[in-house]
């Protein structure tokens, strides 16, 4: 590790190179100049500095504009490599991505993570462990997306409705007390939206609202590349949203009537286990196993079973109406359904969509694009990287370990750094 710290001018500088490379903005060093308006000099230097921490490389010859043709530059994306992972109330999800974004491997486990967040955590790093010795890697930096609303600033859940037992819990502590790399962490539902926005297909950078339906409900908006988060991170959750004044309609948040109780996954189980004798579909089931799962409606849905394609066909139009009225207020340029929702089959995206489009206000739907969510359900462990390969590669975070040529050692001020500087 280097003993000297550079100034944050310094830093910055250094930084921005690195990314204008990164991000494809300029990738010759008369390119860098430009942008920059820095010195030939400055820019050959730091360059050649990051080439020699392994960051950047010389490729081929840039085709020539009448003059001595630029080698092109490269950023090393398989310099190093992020640890990612979504816990959800259910399960967990763990993988490894490259500097761009890009998975390698990735694990699943089924897990019930209520009012066990320790032994949730070691769960996590023994696929962690795993995926270590399968990609023969270790973490330069850990992004981790959790199912309840975040305090981005400190890594600690607040108050999560469906994750009884966290509240305050820090996940970076823990995380931090047995790996030297950096950690952040978010609400899982921002991480999808912002996996969508950088790797979904179509990609076209416009403004991305996900809508997630799964056990619970949520949502999610990337503006230009940047994660929404409100000032409390309590922005994108409408599924605590009043839909009904109907007293009976309990949520597990407390309160009555949210949109999560009569659309989600755990609501549709409660109320169709009441009424599984009308459909000899899921009181097999029922008889089976002993209960519903929010799978056992879905299948019976897909199936045809009339009860519980109904129940979530309504809830699909339902979650519709909401979106538009979240359209009408934020004019995305993309929508995209995400969840366990879109597993029940196309009707479900199409009786969601239709309904969105009909209520959206005429002006905001007019180039708005409706699609299903297109990473095979990867798109959270998919942003939980990308954000942490955006927080480590902000200009004046970049600048601090460039020298040491990896952020390891580096945990404290690079998450000090990101959070003063607001970075995505």
């Known amino acids: 590790m280097s003993t000297t710290t550079p100034s944050p001018q310094e830093a910055y500088i250094h930084g921005q ?24 000099k400055v820019v050959a230097q730091r360059v050649q500095q990051a080439i020699d921490v392994g960051l950047l490389e010389d490729g081929d010859l840039a085709p020539s504009g009448g003059g001595r043709p630029s080698r092109l530059l490269r950023f090393r994306a398989e310099a190093g490599h992020v640890f990612a992972a979504v816990l959800g109330a259910t399960e967990v999800t763990a993988a490894v991505s490259t500097l761009d974004g890009t998975l390698l491997a990735s694990l699943h486990e089924d897990w019930d993570a209520a009012d066990r967040p320790d032994e949730t955590l070691e769960v996590l790093d023994g696929l962690f ?49 047995r790996y030297d790399a950096p950690v952040w962490v978010d609400n899982d539902v921002n991480l999808m ?41 309590a922005a994108g959750d409408i599924g605590h949203t009043q839909v009904t004044e109907d007293p009976t309609v309990v949520c597990r948040c407390g309160r009555t009537g949210c949109l999560e109780a009569v659309t989600g996954g755990w609501g549709l189980v409660r109320r169709l286990t009441a009424r599984a004798a009308e459909s000899p579909l899921l009181s097999e089931r029922l008889a089976g196993q002993g209960r519903l799962t929010a799978e056992d409606v879905g299948m019976a849905a897909r199936a045809g079973d009339p009860l519980a394609a109904a129940e979530v066909e309504s809830g699909a139009r339902l979650i519709g109406v909401t979106a538009a009225n979240l359209v009408n ?7 995209v359904l995400g969840g366990g929702a879109v597993r029940v089959g196309d009707s479900v995206f199409e009786v969601f969509a239709d309904t969105l489009m009909r209520r959206a206000g ?10 299903p969510a297109s990473l095979d359900f990867r798109e959270g462990v998919t942003g939980a990287a990308i954000m942490a390969i955006e927080q480590m590669f902000g200009p004046a975070s970049l600048g601090l370990w460039i020298e040491n040529g990896s952020p ?13 500087e607001g970075l995505t």
Do not use: C, M
Not at 130 to 149: D, H, K, N, Q, S
Not at 408 to 413: C, E, K, N, R, V
């Open 17 to 40: 190179l690195v990314n204008l490379v990164r991000t494809g903005q300029a990738v010759t060093r008369p390119a860098l100049e430009q942008q920059t308006r820095l010195g030939r």
């Open 129 to 177: 462990v795993r995926l270590a010795r399968r990609t023969r890697v270790e973490p330069w930096a850990f992004g981790i997306g959790v199912a309840g609303p975040v305090d981005f600033g400190s890594g600690r859940l607040v108050a999560p409705p469906i994750l009884p037992g966290w509240d305050g819990y820090s996940v970076r502590s823990w995380l931090r007390e």
């Open 193 to 233: 939206a912002l996996g969508e926005w950088h790797k979904g297909t179509p990609n076209d950078g416009r403004d991305l609202l996900y809508v997630f339906v799964d056990e619970g409900v949520g949502a999610g908006l990337v503006s230009r590349g940047r994660v929404f988060r409100g000032e409390s991170g």
């Open 329 to 335: 207020f934020v004019n995305p340029g993309t929508v």
């Open 362 to 371: 005429t002006l905001a739907a007019q180039r708005l694009r409706v699609r």
């Open 408 to 420: 390891i050692g580096y945990a404290t001020s690079l998450q000090r750094t990101s959070v003063l």
